[in-house]
């Protein structure tokens, strides 16, 4: 059962899809017939105003309130008033600490219109597109998954693994129980799931041995899982929770004002409320088990092991849930690119995404509609969807911090096609495909050049008896392994454990190696661009095609009793499966990469105080510190605690003394300015 959560924004869900009937972004001042696909949400728009109009706009939104019918420019407020609109507001709600970058990267012009349900769509966006002020325009609609909610995972509560503690194997670096099943971590050739038929080969995993003897996480390092929602309270992931501080469940405000109320753990998309859920009608448990891929609590004598989970006396990296779908239902394409951004303003430094549209090259008569082909037509269709992307990429992460911007990493997609799907093709992002236990390409796994890294995915097709459920069992009654992927699972509301497979289960170790790396690179204070570390992952990664040889047989609906043989020739997937990410290699890698921490520009306003812990930036010592104005801020020093107290307006500098050399800041001190570091 592959899990791959697939968006078709706006995309047609009918056979025989052509690019005429697939939605268009609308150049300026075009008079062009706008085709309105099937799937749209009536009554709405999304439209991307030009920059000359940025003035207008902010008067009528300040005079509103943020909410408001009418745009105040007269050509669009004379087509608005056609349509009978009723809302006109942001797409992006405005978050005092990071608006200057919000204008910056243009998303502030991206506006929701909402107008009467009953109006022909197609003339709607036929007046929208004629308006000159307008740039871009796009029809909005629920993003949609492939995989049937209905399905029937493997799984186990969390008292059936805890009364199992005592039977299993301690041969493995964390206590974790659970964790023999785990083999996509640590694969030594001897998983019972092997055959004549299906092998497994020692060191088809993810490194996660020689790694975890460098490095076990930092809780520091924020990964934002876009998904259904992750179950926070997960015993075996309730200590790698991101947690808002100041935000509370069900207070009802927003408290940090960063335009979301009550977002303590993340926020739900589908719904618009801080209130995440995983007990709809519907819920998977897909997020969940993501999550326990990357942070699953190491060596807490409970369950299983994540990739970046901590252990060893560190705590794991932390997931901040990004919840996409809720049960049945999933937010709409606008409310897609609100999450991307809210992951970069609220610090995670890695979009995990396992989700898409479907290949260019699925196969129709398997039930698949083909997607964008390439990275011009993909951010002609999504050109909202690109550029909250972008802006991920460009502004997550900090110049000071780790890694200046964000890594966006995505399944390529289970369509059996000879191409990623996207947004994991697009060259910005990282695309993942999947491999069995013994190197070889998933059966389902699409591939191609644009693939750049691969991992365990599982594949039941291989692996599974034809004609026969995967669920065997033990004579205790133990779920056995299968050559699926073992994680944290909730169903019904019941947290426990499962298998599943899919270039969606591949995508989290690629993940949850990039987060282990990130920790590792914070401990030894070097500094990435995403584009140096992005690159780092693949340099480092594994050459698996000599594994590439000769034919690999796979039962196509293997649980079925017309289950289907096919023949996979392993000599065409050969430049197209990317690299195996390597934990171990690409920690060992850290120490000679990248560049050292600085101490980092503060901007802080009058009459405040704020401090950095000089060990988050420097191996260095601290001895003494000085100021060049002290009537602008002043500065102490307690132990390797660097303290600043602003005065009053204006711009200074402070130079730090270690026990081996100076470090050099700037002081800004103005009104308004959120505590922090530029």
Known sequence: MKRYITI?????????????????????????????????????????????????????????????TRSGIPSTDEVLEIL??????????????????????????????????GEDMHKAFERLSRLGEVEKLQCNRPIERLYNPNSDPKFISCAEADGRAATRATAWPFNDPEIYRQWCYINDGTAPF??????????????????????????????????EAVMWSHPDLMDNIWVNEGEELY???????????????????????????????????HGTHVAGTIAAVNDNG???????????????????????????????????????KYAADNGAVILQCSWGYNSAKSNLIMGYTPGPATE?????????????????????????????????????GNE???????????????????????????????YGSE????????????????????????ENGTLMEQGAIFSTLVIDGVAGYGYYEGTSMACPHVSGIAALGLAYAKQQHRHFTSEEFRELMYTTARDIEEYFVGEKLYYMRHESAGATPIKMNLAEYRGKMGRLADAGALLKAIDGSGRDMRLPNICLAPGTTTSLNIADFLTEEAKSVEVANNNIATTTLEGNTLIISAKREGQTSLTLTTDKSKHHATITVREGADNGWL
Request: proline fraction near 4%; include cysteine; charge should be negative.
């Open 194 to 227: 092997a055959s004549e038929r299906a092998g497994v080969l020692a060191g088809s995993d993810a490194g996660c041995a020689e790694a975890w003897e460098l490095c076990t996480g930092d809780e520091d390092i924020i990964v934002a899982v876009m998904d």
């Open 84 to 117: 009978g609109a009723y809302s006109f507001e942001r797409v992006f709600p405005v978050d005092s600490a990071n608006e200057a970058r919000t204008r910056e990267a243009g998303l502030h012009l991206w506006y929701i219109v909402r107008f009467d349900e």
């Open 251 to 285: 207070a009802g405000k927003d408290a940090d004002g960063n335009g979301y109320v009550d977002d303590r753990y993340g926020y739900n998309f589908v719904r618009n409320t801080g209130i995440t859920s995983w007990t709809s009608n519907g819920s998977t448990g």
């Open 416 to 446: 059996y096609a000879a191409q990623s799907s996207f947004p994991a093709a697009y060259s910005k992002c990282i695309s993942v495909a999947a491999i069995a236990a013994d190197y070889t390409p998933a059966s389902y796994s699409n």
């Open 376 to 412: 011009e037509e993909w951010a002609r269709l999504y050109p909202l969807e690109k550029e909250a992307l972008d802006y991920f990429i460009n502004y997550a992460g900090s110049p000071n911090g780790v890694i200046d911007g964000g890594l966006a990493i995505f399944a390529s």
């Open 302 to 340: 409970i369950g299983v092991a994540g990739i970046a989970g901590g252990g060893k006396g560190k705590r794991g990296v932390k997931i901040m849930t990004i919840q996409l779908f809720d049960g049945y239902n999933s937010c709409s394409l606008a409310m897609e690119a609100r999450a991307m």
């Open 8 to 68: 078709v924004a706006a995309a047609t869900l009918i056979a025989g899809c052509v690019q005429e009937n697939l939605p268009v972004s609308v150049p300026d001042n075009t008079t062009a017939t706008v085709v309105v696909p099937e799937g749209a949400t009536a009554g709405e728009a999304i439209i991307k105003f030009a920059p000359e109009m940025e003035a207008i706009l902010d008067q009528t939104m300040t005079r509103s309130g943020g909410a408001a």
């Open 451 to 474: 693939v750049l890294l691969c991992a365990p995915g599982g594949d039941l097709e291989y692996y599974g008896t034809p004609g026969e459920d995967d669920a065997s069992y033990d």
